[in-house]
């Protein structure tokens, strides 16, 4: 089983949005990669997720049983989305790449 993995060789490849680094029954993670100006265009998750923004600058929104938060992210936040809350990024002013940390492994 892989143990190390490298997130600047997929940041490089821009052909798709999602790059996964691991899978394994309790997790899976991945390299979320948003160019500026762009719509991010996914769904709510039936598993519970971790972003850590690693590059670039954007907005947050989750919508949550309490409410609607909206917040300005960059490099070094962590955002928490538990499972089936929906949530995107918006207002994409530099590119952005995100580490995303799904528990359980993600399902599709």
């Given at each position: 089983?892989?143990?190390?993995?490298?997130?600047?060789?997929?940041?490089?490849?821009?052909?798709?949005?999602?790059?996964?680094?691991?899978?394994?029954?309790?997790?899976?993670?991945g390299l979320y990669?948003?160019?500026?100006?762009s719509a991010d265009t996914q769904s709510p998750h039936a598993e519970d997720e971790i972003y850590y923004?690693?590059?670039?600058?954007?907005?947050?929104?989750?919508?949550?049983?309490?409410?609607?938060?909206?917040r300005e992210v960059s490099p070094g936040d962590?955002?928490?989305?538990?499972?089936?809350e929906e949530h995107l990024f918006h207002s994409i002013t530099e590119d952005l790449e995100v580490l995303v940390v799904f528990a359980p492994a993600e399902t599709g």
């Open positions: 089983m892989q143990r190390f993995f490298s997130t600047t060789d997929l940041a490089q490849q821009k052909s798709t949005r999602y790059h996964e680094l691991l899978r394994i029954p309790t997790m899976s993670a990669l948003l160019p500026a100006d923004v690693l590059r670039g600058k954007a907005h947050f929104r989750v919508i949550t049983p309490e409410g609607e938060q909206d962590t955002l928490l989305v538990l499972a089936h």
